[in-house]
């Protein structure tokens, strides 16, 4: 079980399956969103993902049709994004976790895209765009 946070507090979800596919996403943009270099995500199965408080307090904004983003209103954290294309998962930032995770960083992508001040220093894959196999 993994538990976590906006950083007001006023949202907290839980999670009870695995967190899989994670990755350090540098395009334009997850660092638009995030406001850092990159913003590291991970798949969540719908099914294992709850919000336990602050349902009320999501907002929801769609850059393209069927893809969603949810965030705090109160502090604008970041918290998960659905596509309507998959409703058997969601994408969640891992930086809302307060619990530690177990499941490791694949890899670094959308390398191309990548902030020009950033300077990748990594032991992890570099990919252009989305990881092999997805």
Sequence with gaps: MYTGSCLCGEVNVEVSGSITSIIHCHCSLCRKNSGTAFATNGFVNTDDFTITKGQALLGEY???AGRT???CRCCGSPVYSSNSDDKSRIR???GIFDTDITEQVLSHN???SKANWEQLETSLPCY???EPGR
């Design 62 to 64: 769609s850059f393209k």
């Design 69 to 71: 983003r949810y965030f």
């Design 92 to 94: 969640i930032r891992l």
């Design 110 to 112: 959308f390398v191309t």
């Design 128 to 130: 252009e765009k989305h």
